[in-house]
């Protein structure tokens, strides 16, 4: 079985098998960000950011963008292919890169305190939950807790499929473990479930999320 940890992680930034990286916005986002009410000013948080071109769409939504990633050379594709001049400092256990209203971490999501996320009021969680092997799920699902304040909107998109047929990440996130992971600590509602899609030779369906901080 494959083990899931940030050498893992760092290999295949090194080897460019990013298939999991999309070069559009991705269509959940587009059409459902505007509709969560958040304020144009208020920051978002994205976790395990990798170089999501989502960050652009939130950052062109008038955002400022928190991201987190274990990848340097991810934050550096991120600013470079999308013409960003960032200033890199060393920021306590993380390398900084910011500017342009982006303030991207490059560390372990694990380190983060909620002051490095200052008056974050969203998060954007697109293959970060899902990336997760179930241990360490559970744990990112409980510092995320620690790190957000009451009323913060989570808008989150989880893929279903039968795991029993091919293994992750991505994993498997049924409805049933997004309630047993978030329902203690957040309001759930269910935006919208798309229809089912090949994937790697089996159906799997993405479904969004709606979570509102208790
Ligand atoms: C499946 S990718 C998704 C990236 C991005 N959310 C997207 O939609 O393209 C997961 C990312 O999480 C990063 N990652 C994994 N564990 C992490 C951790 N503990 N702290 C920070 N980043 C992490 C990986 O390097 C990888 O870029």
């Excluded at 499929?161 to 600590?185: A, R």
Aim: charged share 20%; with cysteine; net charge neutral.
């Amino acid at each position: 079985m494959t083990i899931i940890d940030d050498a893992f992680w760092h290999d295949k930034w090194t080897k460019n098998q990013i298939g999991f990286n999309q070069a559009e916005f991705h269509p959940s986002l587009t059409k459902h960000w505007s509709h969560l009410g958040i304020g144009k000013n208020k920051p978002v948080f994205v976790p395990l950011c990798g170089k999501s071109v989502d960050m652009v769409f939130l950052q062109k939504h008038g955002h400022h963008v928190f991201g987190i990633e274990l990848s340097e050379k991810a934050i550096k594709d991120f600013s470079h292919e999308n013409q960003l001049t960032l200033t890199r400092t060393q920021n306590g256990k993380f390398i900084r890169f910011s500017g342009n209203e982006y303030n991207l971490f490059v560390g372990d999501y694990f380190d983060l305190e909620p002051k490095d996320l200052r008056n974050v009021k969203a998060v954007y969680d697109r293959a970060a939950l899902i990336a997760l092997p179930q241990g360490l799920r559970i744990k990112y699902v409980s510092h995320l807790q620690k790190l957000l304040q009451s009323g913060t909107e989570i808008l989150l998109i989880t893929i279903s499929y039968d795991q029993s047929k091919i293994s992750g990440p991505p994993f498997n996130i049924s409805s049933k473990m997004v309630e047993n992971l978030f329902g203690d600590w957040c309001n759930i509602e269910q935006l919208e479930c798309l229809p089912p899609e090949d994937f790697r030779g089996i159906q799997a369906q993405e479904t969004v999320y709606r979570l509102t901080v208790k």
